[in-house]
Nanobody, 115 residues
Framework: QVQLVESGGGLVQPGGSLRLSCAASTSIFSFDTMGWYRQTLGKRREFLARISSGGSTIHDASVKGRFTISRDSAKNTLYLQMNNLKPEDTAVYYC?????????WGQGTQVTVSS
């Protein structure tokens, strides 16, 4: 059974940085794509960034230039480097693995940006 486990969330001041990690229980190359999403209470889950098995990346315009997706295949781990964090980045962040026809999700990690 595929498991994705996020870590690295926490409380950070505006302008600060965090790096989220997503450890997969299987080879990250077994997924067509892996990505990061976030969700706040009462809102739909929002796409942030995605990386293909071939290494191509896409970042949503709302975070481009501040957030960077990457991976370490030796560790089967996906990362999201988040810089210049803003209060509106406060959310639960989720890791996704897409292996058609299925989608796999982690349990989420809370990021709170506040002074």
């Amino acid at each position: 059974q595929v498991q994705l486990v996020e870590s690295g969330g926490g409380l950070v001041q505006p302008g600060g940085s965090l790096r989220l990690s997503c450890a997969a229980s299987t080879s990250i190359f077994s997924f067509d794509t892996m990505g990061w999403y976030r969700q706040t209470l009462g809102k739909r889950r929002e796409f942030l960034a995605r990386i293909s098995s071939g290494g191509s990346t896409i970042h949503d315009a709302s975070v481009k230039g501040r957030f960077t997706i990457s991976r370490d295949s030796a560790k089967n781990t996906l990362y999201l480097q988040m810089n210049n964090l803003k209060p509106e980045d406060t959310a639960v962040y989720y890791c996704n693995g897409h292996r058609p026809p299925s989608d796999y999700w982690g349990q989420g990690t809370q990021v709170t940006v506040s002074s």
